[in-house]
């Protein structure tokens, strides 16, 4: 039984395009079983129903106050059911009773090597700084920006002739192979405690 995996993106979902590549090899142990955005014209959305994903949206501007949208994106998150969570470029923070419903569920990448430059702008805080090694890191989703704790850490020189774009680019690849690899690992881990369980 593979782990159902729901994705939270807002962009063009190029990670979630790593994990559907991946799951179409029947001995990859997870498989995306719904996306969710907060961005109706999110490329992401496209990606999913190609493959027949069910693809939601849940835009932000179209609830009262941020509880009432946190609400309804639980509440869309939990009727899939997800073994785990997976934020992938997904834009906006989840509040701690999201958190709540899924504990130790929910994972995100992030384009740079936490704890240094946390935030939506790492990439660029890198080149800022002068740093000559940055990368991607996925970690555990707790209450605070970008501080869980580390799953996989994946590093990337910085080369003299870097833009924010180009050393983003390399950042993205090494950061859909941490993800698809360290999701594998997550799940067969989750799978074998709750069979030690059922022993």
Known sequence: M???LIVLASGAGTLLQALLDAQADDAYPAEVVAVLSDRPAAHVL???????IPAEVVP?????????WDRELGNRAASHQPD???LAGFMKLLSPNFL???PGQVINTHPGLLPDFPGAHAVRDALNAGASVTGAT???????????????????????EDD????HERIKVVEREMLVQAVAELVTAQQHSA?????
């Open 84 to 86: 785990l969570v997976v």
């Open 60 to 68: 932000f501007a179209d609830f009262a106050d941020r509880d009432a």
């Open 2 to 4: 593979r782990a159902r």
């Open 195 to 199: 069979t030690g369980r059922q022993q």
């Open 164 to 167: 924010e774009a180009s050393l």
């Open 100 to 102: 709540q419903r899924f």
């Open 46 to 52: 496209a990606r999913a129903r190609r493959r027949g």
């Open 138 to 160: 996925l970690i555990w989703v707790d209450e605070g920006i970008d501080t869980g704790d580390v799953i996989a850490r994946v590093e990337v020189s910085v080369r003299d």
